[in-house]
């Protein structure tokens, strides 16, 4: 594809070049700087000075000056020119010879003293552009001789050459290039590459110089651009590898040039330039009867037989204009890559980030949103250029304005899309996921308000899932925007969540409870009352918790209640006093009752106030269950079931109030001989369990309840304290028995209790207070085991009783041994307590046989809480 890359513009018009002479042809042309020189046919060199002039439009034109014309004297055209700016001297070509001419003057330069200053049977010759030998004051030359099949290499001094080597070739060289060592060369059949100084060589492909006319030129350092076999341009490093791909030109091109990025090639009828960087055609443009292309340090000079023009590049940001202009993104990038190595960093830094902003929205408008995202992020685009795209999403407040040019040529989005709602989706689909990605990374420093907000409203919008984690999560949504934008869309939780996030909890509050009251209509959260109660109970502000939570518990008081028992435990100052709750919940009995049981059986308060209050709210629910008609028996079951828990597992609360509470009622037997039993009147508590309720296993259950904590004697006491209450009770029952109305269940009673615990009475005791008729079959069971718990108990204890003589005789086998070795005492030998030395043998051995005096064991053990056993001994010296 095409792009307007250079401007073809008159230098030298024919008129000012040779007048009305039209025999005269251009042969030869140098550019030193403003300085053009031009050689003729006519052995004639003209000098002209070159003065560009700018129009207020930019464009570039050349104004010539003829400065001096010289005739030659050689009557031969002027076939080749060459500058040593450095020594003020052309080096010139003709008729076979090459000699030095004053650059100033044009006149000839006269040979040195010691040297000649012509070189002779020259066909062609070339500068060194990089020379090896450094003196300041020398050009090196490269020379084709006509007569031999050699490379001459000459130094050029202001009035002198120097011939420092030759090099022999195996064929008639055509055209040359000299860079460093290397030597590029146009052989008859061949091009190669050659190192005058180590003497290797590389061929590099074959070419036929009599169809076609060599082109070897030096582009850059130890590179050259060469015209090989089916139109192609090649390139050809020092070591013959080509690290550029081909420039596909004309079959017939005469002349090339290089204006980086840009390889120029001249044919009989066009120009045509070409991009190294993906070598393609990029222009082309008409020109007659040219013959010449040279590029004098980047200015490309093209020559007719008649005149001379500047092949003048346009700036490269305006070609890269060009490009995006036509949307050609990817050629874009890589011409404005490839101008890099000439542009300074900076200025490349800020071009480049802007160049990759524009293809970016080309992108973007073309809905290739991949791309686009990866050019603004190495642009480094300003987010807010692409959020000012889409109305309403800045907020009021925001600063931003656009940059200016401008990135892109869109007014808005609807502009963008042209009506198509499904471009319009598309883009905000996009903008989500881009504002998601760069929202927590520097591209959203300084900005963070401004993408917070758009992606707020956004979310919003598309009824996106990820709201709730914004606004949940730190952000910096603008509040003032953020508002009505979330009520358009009836987001009334996510609103309520903003509002938590910047301070205003009773705002929040105050509009989730019109949606749980169905004053609003948002079904974001079906369990929003649930979550009311959860942010309450973590709420450390407690006025908003007293002012919310009646609300709560008169919506669902078992719910509600949450709010004061799920409160995490703490001293801080959002801790509630147990007592101003318990207070608070007077008028919401059942949320009340929750409390105190998540007090006294979650948290395990160890206070008698909770405690009995608990009991009493227990004993009230029972009663009121008691006189409901017809009574709902599963609800009476649990409700006295947590009583008689309670009643069983603690023993803070006030067992005689509660007693007094039970009094009048025949159905809470159970509960008033728990109630007896903490009293420790067991012998009350079993009537009632035997007697009253004729519930044997409960008796049975009462005693292994009372006596869990207590040794074995007392938990034998209580069951033998049963079994005296079922015999005496069997007396009785035997009487109406034979009066014909006993029934003998305490005599069966009391078996059954004697053949299930037999382990834990005393068998001897037992077996006195047994009535004399009961059979021992009816007793197997139990003396079995009584028996057994006896012999275990006598072998036990024998055992207890060998090991206990075993150690007293360790122990008098211990004294012994102590007693028979001496305790050494003398005067010189000091008391270990007062380090005073003894004076009489009466002293006191400590364990391990350290003597001390004996006052001074008196002394400590008088100090000390804890007497020391110690052993007395008298020894004599």
């Known amino acids: 594809m095409s792009v307007k890359a250079f401007e073809l513009v008159p230098a030298v018009e024919r008129d000012l070049l040779m007048g009305d002479k039209a025999r005269i042809n251009i042969e030869c042309i140098e550019c030193c700087g403003k300085h053009l020189y031009v050689g003729t046919n006519d052995c004639f060199i003209h000098h002209f000075l070159l003065d560009e002039v700018s129009s207020s439009k930019g464009k570039l034109s050349y104004v010539a000056q003829k400065l001096l014309h010289k005739y030659l004297g050689l009557k031969k055209p002027v076939a080749e020119l060459r500058a040593a700016s450095a020594l003020e001297r052309l080096i010139v070509l003709c008729d076979g010879i090459v000699f030095l001419v004053d650059m100033g003057t044009l006149e000839t330069v006269p040979s040195a003293a010691g040297g000649g200053a012509k070189i002779r049977s020259v066909t062609a010759f070339c500068i060194n552009e990089n020379p090896v030998n450094g003196e300041p004051f020398c050009v090196e030359m490269g020379v084709l001789s006509s007569k031999r099949r050699t490379v001459q290499i000459y130094m050029v001094y202001e009035d002198r050459v120097q011939l420092v080597k030759e090099v022999t070739t195996p064929e008639q060289p055509c055209a040359v290039s ?27 492909f074959p070419y036929n110089s009599e169809e076609r006319r060599p082109i070897v030129k030096r582009i850059s350092r130890e590179e050259f651009l060469l015209a090989a076999p089916g139109g192609l341009g090649m390139f050809a490093n020092a070591e013959g590898i080509s690290q550029r791909a081909p420039v596909n030109w004309s079959e017939s091109v005469i002349g090339a040039a290089v204006c980086f990025p840009y390889v120029v090639a001249l044919d009989e009828s066009f120009i045509t330039i070409h991009s190294m ?25 093209l020559a007719s037989t008649k005149a001379v023009y500047v092949l003048v590049p346009l700036p490269l940001e305006r070609q890269i204009q060009d490009l995006l202009a036509s949307h050609r993104v990817e050629e874009a990038l890589v011409l404005t890559e490839g101008a890099q190595r000439n542009i300074p960093k900076d200025k490349f830094q800020i071009l480049h980030k802007r160049i990759l902003q524009q293809a970016g929205f080309i992108q973007f408008g073309q809905l290739q949103f991949l791309e686009a995202k990866e050019h603004f992020r190495k642009g480094q685009l300003d987010v807010r250029e692409l959020i ?73 919008e598309q009824d996106h899932e990820s709201l709730l984690d914004l606004l949940a999560s730190e952000n910096a949504c603008v509040l003032a925007d953020s508002v009505p934008w979330l009520e358009k869309y009836h987001k009334y939780f996510a609103l309520g969540l903003l509002y938590h996030y910047n301070g205003q909890d009773s705002a929040a509050l105050q509009l989730w409870i019109r949606v749980v009251d169905g004053e609003l209509q948002d079904a974001t959260r079906s369990d929003l009352y649930e979550y009311i109660v959860d942010f309450l109970y973590s709420s450390s ?46 008028k919401h009995s059942g949320a009340l009752l929750l409390y105190l049981e998540h007090l006294v059986l979650g948290r395990r308060i160890q206070k008698e106030k909770f405690h009995t209050h608990l009991a009493v709210l227990y004993l009230k629910r029972v009663l009121s269950l008691l006189s409901e008609s017809p009574t ?11 009583l008689q828990a309670l009643l069983r597992e603690s023993s803070l609360y006030r067992v005689q109030y509660l007693l007094g509470k039970m009094e009048d009622c025949e159905q809470l037997m159970l509960e008033r001989a728990t109630l007896h ?13 035997v007697h009253k309720l004729r519930d044997f296993p409960s008796a049975e259950a009462f005693c292994t309840w009372a006596s869990s904590c207590r040794d074995a004697a007392y938990r034998q006491q209580l069951f033998h304290l049963l079994l005296e209450v079922y015999l005496d009770g069997s ?66 204890t024998r055992i207890a009783v060998g090991l206990a003589h075993s150690e007293n005789l360790q122990l008098l086998h211990d004294r012994l041994k102590e007693r028979k ?57």
């Open 178 to 204: 000299l860079d460093g060592y290397f030597l590029c060369l146009a052989l008859t059949t061949q091009y190669m590459i050659f190192n005058y100084n180590t003497g290797a060589s590389q061929d590099l």
């Open 277 to 301: 960087l993906d070598q393609q055609l990029k222009q082309t443009l008409s020109f007659r009867d040219g013959h010449i292309l040279q590029d004098f340090e980047g200015k490309v000079i």
């Open 388 to 460: 000012s795209l889409y109305p309403l999403l800045l907020p009021a407040s925001s600063s931003f304005s656009r940059c200016h040019p401008p990135l892109h040529e869109f007014a808005d989005l609807n502009h963008l899309a042209q009506g198509d709602q499904g471009k319009v989706l598309q883009c905000k689909k996009f903008l989500i996921s881009y504002l998601g990605e760069v929202r927590s990374t520097e591209v959203a420093n300084g900005c963070r308000e401004d993408v917070d907000t758009a992606l707020l409203k956004l979310y919003a």
């Open 541 to 586: 502000n407690l006025d908003l918790v007293w002012k919310y939570a009646d609300w709560a518990l008169r919506k669902d008081p078992t719910i509600g209640v949450h709010i004061f028992t799920k409160r995490p435990a703490g001293k801080d100052q959002s801790e509630l006093n147990h007592d101003d709750v318990i207070t608070y919940l007077e």
């Open 632 to 642: 709902d028996e599963e609800q009476l079951t649990k409700a006295r079931e947590r």
């Open 677 to 689: 039993g903490k009293l420790e009147e067991h012998d009350k508590a079993l009537h009632i369990l």
């Open 731 to 796: 007396v009785s029952e035997r009487a109406q028995t034979a009066a014909g109305g006993g029934s003998g269940e305490l005599e069966m009673a009391a078996v059954d209790l004697l053949n299930r615990h037999g382990e834990v009475f005393d068998g001897a005791r037992v077996l006195r207070m047994l009535p004399d008729g009961w059979s021992l079959q009816l007793l197997r069971p139990f003396l079995g085991r009584a028996v057994r718990a006896s012999m275990h108990t006598c072998r036990t």
């Open 821 to 877: 070795k001496p305790i050494f005492v003398s005067e010189k030998k000091g008391c270990h307590l007062c380090h005073n030395t003894f004076s009489e043998p009466s002293v006191v051995c400590l364990p391990g046989g350290v003597p001390v005096h004996t006052h001074c064991v008196a002394q400590r053990v008088r100090d000390s809480p804890t007497k020391r056993q110690l052993t007395n001994s008298s020894n004599h010296t």
